[in-house]
């Protein structure tokens, strides 16, 4: 059975870190593009980023420049390394995997990430 298990969230103060691990079990990973989304109280579902098999990335653009997402093959997990954080990163974040052919998706339990002072 696929499981993503998500680890990393909590609160922090605007401008700090977070990083969140994805672990995938039961998953030929290198046939998935794998990712982070996100979702805030009140607002639809938006993708965060993504990193294919190959290491080609692709960030929505208000994270460009603060987020940062890598793959460990071997630990078949997905990471996203938050700096400078702000206030409206506050949300829930899911991390993803999608197959490159057939599309079927899975999902994270999802992780909560508070930025407050």
């Known amino acids: 059975q696929v499981q993503l298990v998500e680890s990393g969230g909590g609160v922090v103060q605007p401008g700090g870190s977070l990083r969140l691990s994805c672990e995938a079990f039961?998953?030929?990973?290198?046939?998935?593009?794998v990712g982070w989304y996100r979702q805030a109280a009140g607002k639809e579902r938006e993708l965060v980023a993504t990193?294919?098999?190959?290491?080609?990335?692709n960030y929505e653009d208000s994270v460009k420049g603060r987020f940062t997402i890598s793959r460990d093959h071997a630990k078949k997990t997905v990471y996203l390394q938050m700096n400078s954080l702000k206030v409206e990163d506050t949300a829930v974040y899911y991390c993803?995997?999608?197959?490159?052919?057939?599309?079927?998706?899975?999902w994270g339990q999802g992780t909560q990430v508070t930025v407050s002072s």
């Open positions: 993803y995997a999608m197959h490159i052919v057939g599309r079927e998706t899975y």
């Open positions: 990193v294919t098999d190959g290491g080609g990335t």
């Open positions: 039961d998953l030929i990973y290198a046939y998935y593009v």
